[in-house]
């Protein structure tokens, strides 16, 4: 079992930035994703930028985001973190966590950011 504790959304001015944290505890073993999805009201859960925890660290992102997210993580804390600025009020929306542990999915609770114009 994987727990993912969220942290770091709130209320910023268009323009601003935020750093999410997410913490993953439990058996994540060496080899597994780590990301972030949103999802705004009325719509669906999207992807937002994922990370890979091997030896690459490759990390991806959705189209929207790229040049203004950055995802990057803390082995030692087992801790992924979005790195949010120049945001946009079209970046409104909750923000949950992802854990990809051998195929199988993990959840935050998800945590609220909003970004006002």
């Known amino acids: 079992q994987v727990e993912l504790v969220e942290s770091g959304g709130g209320l910023v001015q268009a323009g601003g930035s935020l750093r999410l944290s997410c913490a993953a505890s439990?058996?994540?073993?060496?080899?597994?994703?780590m990301g972030w999805f949103r999802q705004a009201p009325g719509k669906e859960r999207e992807f937002v930028a994922r990370?890979?925890?091997?030896?690459?660290?490759?990390?991806s992102y959705a189209e929207p985001v790229k040049g203004r997210f950055t995802i990057f993580g803390d082995n030692a804390k087992n801790t992924v973190y979005l790195q949010m600025d120049s945001l946009k009020p079209a970046d409104t929306a909750v923000y949950y966590c992802?854990?990809?542990?051998?195929?199988?999915?993990?959840w935050g609770q998800g945590t609220q950011v909003t970004v006002s114009s």
């Open positions: 992802n854990a990809d542990v051998f195929g199988r999915q993990y």
């Open positions: 439990g058996r994540t073993g060496s080899d597994h994703a």
């Open positions: 990370l890979l925890w091997s030896g690459s660290g490759s990390a």
